[in-house]
């Protein structure tokens, strides 16, 4: 099993996400992954606002790391890809990853924890059956693919 078997989606870096340094600033970054890959990866599993509307019920997130890894300039084509590499009863862990999708260069990797909310509540609550189901599925099709490299990294000066 290859990469491309992954939730895989694209964008462009808008001219409102450079910086004084002429690249990506790193809080776009963070924009980016969350509005293109967070939100289309839990529309792709049935959770996102379509659900929300429908049932009241939306992922909040817990935490969140970015590793920097290459610069992007205005205009340049993205590629995201998202692996799920756990779960549970109530809480979603996943990886992203951001290419430049022309040069194929990693730019960047964002690792995720979500939790599923009650929005009458605003409570954790119980994803269902067949939600569990469906990341499990999710969660083989990466399984294939091995854990990524930067999963579980602990931030911190190396000596």
């Known amino acids: 099993m290859s990469e491309e078997s992954l939730f895989t989606t694209t964008a462009t870096v808008k ?3 450079i910086d004084y340094n002429g690249h990506m600033n790193m809080g776009f970054y963070l924009v980016a992954f969350d509005h293109v890959a967070t939100d289309g990866f839990y529309d792709y599993l049935g959770i996102g606002l379509e659900h929300k509307q429908d049932v009241g019920k939306s992922t909040f997130s817990l935490a969140a790391n970015i590793d920097f890894i290459g610069e992007l300039m205005e205009g340049d084509p993205l590629r995201f890809t998202t692996q799920l590499v756990d779960y549970d009863h109530k809480r979603l862990h996943f990886y992203h990853c951001l290419y430049h999708a ?8 964002n690792e995720n924890l979500g939790m599923y909310i009650d929005m009458q509540t605003r ?10 189901q469906r990341f499990q ?21 190396r000596r």
Not at 102 to 109: C, K, P, R, V
Not at 141 to 148: D, E, H, N, V, Y
Request: aromatic content about 8%.
């Open 15 to 17: 001219p409102e996400w």
């Open 102 to 109: 022309e040069q194929g260069y990693l730019a960047a990797t």
């Open 123 to 132: 409570r954790s609550t119980r994803f269902d059956d067949a939600q569990m």
């Open 137 to 157: 599925q999710e969660l083989e099709r990466g399984q294939a693919l091995g854990t990524p490299e930067g999963v579980g990294r602990k931030l911190g000066i």
